[in-house]
């Protein structure tokens, strides 16, 4: 069964560095690309940006570039969002989500989501 | 890049069939989603008439031109939920979501 088991509920101060993970199981890691997506409460969905584990490609929405940072570690197959800076608009509810199919292709899998809250 | 247009709400009765459309580019190769409150969203149509296994089969989509269609037949009241379409734009390596539709069933 694939899982994407995401990290716990954050609470930080503006200017605070932040990592929130997203742990696969259950299918080949590397084989799928794995994207990230923000929901602000009582909003849509944003697309963030997409992380290839195989070969490290990486693309970002204009609107997140420079803003966020997706990496992955093979190893534990695990994949991360990360701000160098939050700031009170980063407040949110951010999911992962392995895409399936093509370049065109769905997203299957959604990780439960991961809260993040930002104080000013 | 551009924009995806879905209707803010739809309403419709138990038993009835309610209709979602997504207005844009690109949405023959649509996708649609189902987001309940609380929970993640959960893909219910994929290339904009595939369903997924698990989805009833109520659930269906179609395509015309530059409008897509989700379409759910017989609506329960655990159909309430937002839903949303997405498609990829391949000229700017992005997906877009459209605006989501709340589906409110009376």
């Known amino acids: 069964e694939v899982q994407l088991v995401q990290s716990g509920a954050e609470v930080k101060k503006a200017g605070e560095s932040l990592k929130i993970s997203c742990k696969a199981s259950?299918?080949?890691?590397?084989?799928?690309?794995i994207a990230w997506v923000r929901q602000k409460p009582g909003k849509g969905l944003e697309w963030l940006g997409i992380?290839?584990?195989?070969?490290?490609?990486?693309k970002y929405s204009p609107s997140f570039r420079g803003q966020v940072s997706i990496s992955v570690d093979k190893s534990i197959n695990t994949a991360y969002l990360q701000w160098n800076s939050l700031g009170a608009s980063d407040s949110a509810t951010y999911f992962c989500?392995?895409?399936?199919?093509?370049?065109?292709?769905?997203?299957?899998?959604w990780g439960q989501g991961t809260l993040v809250t930002v104080s000013s | 890049s551009y924009v995806l247009t879905q209707p803010p709400s739809v309403s419709v009765a138990p038993g009835k069939a309610a209709r979602i459309t997504c207005g844009g580019n690109?949405?023959?190769?649509v996708h649609w989603y189902q987001q309940k409150p609380g929970q993640a969203p959960v893909l219910v149509i994929y290339?904009?008439?595939g369903r997924p296994s698990g989805i009833p089969e109520r659930f269906s989509g179609s395509n015309s031109g530059n409008t897509a269609t989700l379409t759910i037949s017989r609506i329960e009241a655990g159909d309430e939920a937002d839903y949303y379409c997405?498609?990829?734009?391949?000229?700017?390596?992005?997906?877009?979501f459209g605006g989501g539709t709340k589906l409110t069933v009376l």
């Open positions: 690109n949405t023959e190769t």
């Open positions: 989500a392995r895409k399936m199919g093509s370049s065109s292709g769905w997203y299957q899998n």
């Open positions: 290339y904009a008439s």
């Open positions: 992380f290839y584990p195989s070969d490290s490609d990486v």
């Open positions: 259950g299918y080949t890691f590397s084989n799928y690309w």
């Open positions: 997405q498609v990829w734009d391949s000229s700017s390596n992005i997906a877009l």
